[in-house]
């Protein structure tokens, strides 16, 4: 299976080399930039930075923060299978998460009516400092991303990236 980072760093590198105009062939750092931005290190050092507060605050670890997030901003019944899934979080740390806000009282877990071996999971409203605690962390952290970019770059930058993630999600086998 090809890299990604390396597949990407190809093109790219086979794309700026065709051109004869200086400010658009590759920086020198490109490729550790592209790297250090799909392996994630980057930022989740920086998300790490701007989330400790948080969670030392509320006594929260990371995984909890978000399984909170994602069940406020989802409007249907949302299963442990649902997180998994869609925050690719393993079933251990959601099944240990959701034992721990449970026992805090943020979520409410309750059996689904004709199969009892689903659990719908919501959240309470003790959750909701919380919540409205970590949206302010992620305006922040967006704030930092998009310093000096314009609207246009922007709405480009998060379009391409909306289609790559829709590419790599196609692509993952969620039947694990």
């Known amino acids: 299976m090809i890299d990604i980072r390396f597949f990407l760093l190809y093109h790219y ?20 930039d592209i790297e250090s931005l799909l392996t994630g290190q ?22 909890e923060l978000d399984i ?19 925050r690719y979080i393993s079933k251990a740390h959601i099944s240990k998460s959701i034992k721990n806000l449970k026992k805090r009282g943020l979520i409410h877990v309750r059996e689904d009516v004709d199969d009892r071996r689903l659990l719908h999971i ?3 409203a003790d959750a909701m400092p919380i919540i409205a605690a970590y949206r302010e962390s ?12 314009t609207a246009e770059e922007k709405e480009m ?16 086998d ?3």
């Open 13 to 32: 590198d086979k794309v700026s080399s065709q051109t004869n105009d200086k400010n658009l062939r590759r920086p020198e750092r490109m490729n550790d």
């Open 138 to 149: 992620w305006k922040q952290i967006s704030q930092i991303l998009f310093d000096g970019i």
């Open 157 to 172: 930058i998060l379009n391409v990236l909306h289609r790559i993630v829709h590419n790599l999600d196609q692509a993952i």
């Open 122 to 124: 919501s959240i309470t």
């Open 174 to 176: 969620h039947t694990e």
């Open 42 to 63: 980057l930022f989740k050092k920086m998300a790490e930075q701007q989330f400790h507060p948080l969670m030392e605050t509320y006594d929260l670890r990371k995984v």
């Open 68 to 86: 909170l997030c994602f069940l406020a901003d989802t409007d249907s019944q949302v299963t442990a299978r649902d997180i998994m899934n869609r």
